[in-house]
């Protein structure tokens, strides 16, 4: 019953040779790495405004548009630099990669640490977004903010873990729609203002406020803004972070879905702060800057009014999907050097990374209610980890030309140098900006991810150290020859686990032994049994190759089997258990051998012992 409705809700199981069907080409490429960038637009000129507006007035709109512009030849800089990096990591090559691979590893988790955190605050941050423009089309929803946005996650997080395939279609079209109905509003604003349609403020009003205001605190309060604005530039890492999950030739692929991006964004951005400008939209609580400016283009209560809306809200929270795309990956990778738990690289039943994307789940729906479902209140702790990661890549790509070389060598490491110092400068900027505002809570956070990383890397490297069978200690494969039954040992390697359960089965005197082991591949099982031959012990061998990561039910099946073929007899099955006395290391581990031993005590004839070996 339970795969049944499993099967129903997420798919059927995929098996390891479809992971190529699942990968992305460009079309759906675009929509499911681009959705974040594209996005941000709906939001980033708000942001602007909400910083010049309460000092400045209508006043602002006269420092708007070049605060928009520099922000989009930032995003052109950083959209160059990373086809550098695609070029250079075809096997994906976000931050925490290249920080790892040319800067060291501490200097790579610093990396990491920044990409999980922005990735968690995109999934909060764009369901809030897409909260509020619900609230703005029905105000008589404001108080259910946060469950709104909550709704939105458990729904991307459905969606994502039905597998790549399907995340891409279900997400894919809406994402279009958005883009056409962006360029929609905005031809149509323009041509209502260019037929004088529209009447924008009164500018005098607007020479009335600037005049006041000392040049010094004008360069702080625009460097404000522009700090602001650079929400705008969150997601551009994540195609190059993505490579992995293109068709081949990844590389081009992802290169094109990147020029895409950054057409989209640099069109929509600067189209729908020019209708603001002409105007004079001012965003509120209540209402966003997208809202009232469909309002004045479409007119409120219209169908392309709510049209607008809708589509807004469908890419805000879109815009999640590139980080449940991206994180559950990019934690695959961590997990895979040591740093995040094993379980984390493991792909689930639909070829998925499902426990990564249930981590992003849980710790996003977390921060929206912690702050009530208010873009605004999170948007502060957002860009300081984006810039991060994004002068840690730039650097690193610098590093790598100089260490590396190679044709064109110097132009490239004058390109990602370039890029290093704009984006470090802009970082400074942000960090000094929005230290009050929320930011200094970013920086704690990711030193505190860092922190845990490196102590799960110290414990998993205790552990290895424990099991290892060392040259100095070949006296522990002394093995007991005593043998008077029967026994099946699971095996999937030789350690010293292993070793203690079986000199504790041949000690018991057990005549009949089998060591039987589920693969992934036949290579895998021959390998194993080539070791265990080795040791010269008189017992069988035997093995089932799957590729459907089902190990657990296959074995289950088989000792189910064999007990059933035996009538007067017991079958006793020994699994070693690995046992460890920290609080905290326990979490770090799969428990696979208590999960087993529950479902095996319910078969009949079946006796089961642990041989635990024990880590301090």
Not at 575 to 596: D, W
Request: net charge neutral; with cysteine; proline share 3%.
């Amino acid at each position: 019953m339970k795969d049944k409705l499993l099967a129903f809700f997420l798919g059927r199981r995929l098996e390891d040779t479809e992971l190529s069907e699942e990968k992305f080409n460009v079309l759906w490429g675009i929509p499911i790495f681009a959705s974040d960038a594209i996005s941000s637009v709906s939001y980033a000129g708000e942001e602007i405004l909400l910083v010049l507006v309460p000092v400045l007035a209508m006043a602002s709109f006269r420092y708007f548009l070049p605060i928009v512009a520099a922000i989009i030849c930032l995003l052109a800089i950083l959209v160059f630099c990373y086809r550098q990096t695609i070029e250079a990591y075809p096997e994906g090559g976000g931050a925490y990669i290249v920080a790892s691979d040319n800067l060291g590893e501490k200097i790579g988790l610093i990396a990491g640490g920044s990409l999980i955190m922005d990735y968690i605050l995109t999934v909060a941050v764009s369901s809030c977004a897409g909260a509020a423009a619900i609230t703005s089309a029905f105000p008589s929803m404001l108080p259910y903010k946060a469950l709104l946005a909550f709704a939105i996650i458990c729904l991307l997080t459905w969606g994502n873990l039905r597998g790549i395939r399907d995340s891409s279609v279900m997400f894919g079209v809406p994402t279009y729609l958005f883009i056409l109905t962006m360029f929609s509003m905005i031809a149509t604003g323009i041509v209502k203002y260019s037929l004088g349609l529209v009447t924008p403020a009164e500018g005098a009003v607007m020479a009335a406020n600037s005049s006041e205001i000392a040049t010094d605190a004008m360069v702080i309060l625009i460097l404000k803004a522009f700090a602001s604005g650079c929400t705008a530039l969150t997601g551009v890492e994540a195609v190059s972070n993505g490579v992995p999950n293109f068709k081949e030739p990844a590389p081009k692929h992802a290169k094109t879905v990147l020029l895409a991006m950054a057409g989209f964004v640099c069109i929509i951005f600067f189209g729908v702060s020019l209708l603001i400008t002409f105007y004079k939209i001012v965003p509120s609580e209540d209402a966003t800057a997208v809202s009232l400016l469909a309002a004045a283009v479409f007119g409120r209560g219209s169908a392309m009014f709510y049209v607008t809306q809708v589509m807004t809200v469908v890419i805000l929270s879109l815009a999640a999907n590139t980080a449940f795309a991206d994180l559950p990956l990019l934690m695959s990778l961590i997990a895979g050097h040591g740093y995040l738990p094993k379980q984390l690289v493991n792909r689930g039943s639909r070829l998925n990374f499902s426990n990564g994307i249930l981590f992003l789940f849980g710790m996003a729906s977390v921060l929206v209610f912690i702050f009530r479902g208010s873009q605004h209140l999170l948007l502060p702790l957002y860009a300081s980890g984006v810039f991060i990661s994004f002068f840690l890549s730039q650097f690193g790509m610098f590093t790598h030309w100089r260490k590396r070389k190679g044709p064109h060598w110097k132009f490239k490491a004058a390109v990602n140098g370039f890029g290093s110092v704009l984006t470090g400068t802009v970082l400074i900027i942000i960090v000094i900006m929005k230290f009050m505002r929320g930011a200094w809570v970013a920086l704690l956070l990711i030193t505190l991810f860092i922190l845990v990383m490196l102590s799960i890397k110290r414990h998993y490297e205790k552990v290895s150290e424990d099991l290892t069978i060392g040259s100095v200690e070949q006296t522990l494969l002394e093995i007991n020859r005593d043998k008077t039954a029967r026994v099946i040992i699971p095996v999937q390697s030789l350690n010293k686990s292993f070793i203690k359960t079986l000199n504790c089965a041949l000690s018991c005197g057990f005549t009949s032994m089998e060591l039987y082991s589920v693969c992934s591949t036949e290579e895998q099982a021959l390998k194993i049994g080539e070791q265990i031959e080795a040791l010269g012990v008189d017992c069988e061998f035997r093995y089932d190759v799957t590729t459907l990561r089902n190990m657990s039910d296959i074995l289950l099946a088989h000792i189910k089997q064999e007990a059933g073929a035996l009538e007067n007899e017991r079958l006793i099955v020994m699994m070693g258990g690995l046992v460890v006395t920290s609080p905290f290391a326990k979490i770090l581990h799969n428990s696979t051998t208590h999960r087993l031993m529950r479902k095996m005590e319910t078969y009949r004839n079946v006796y089961v012992f642990s041989v635990p070996y024990v880590i301090e």
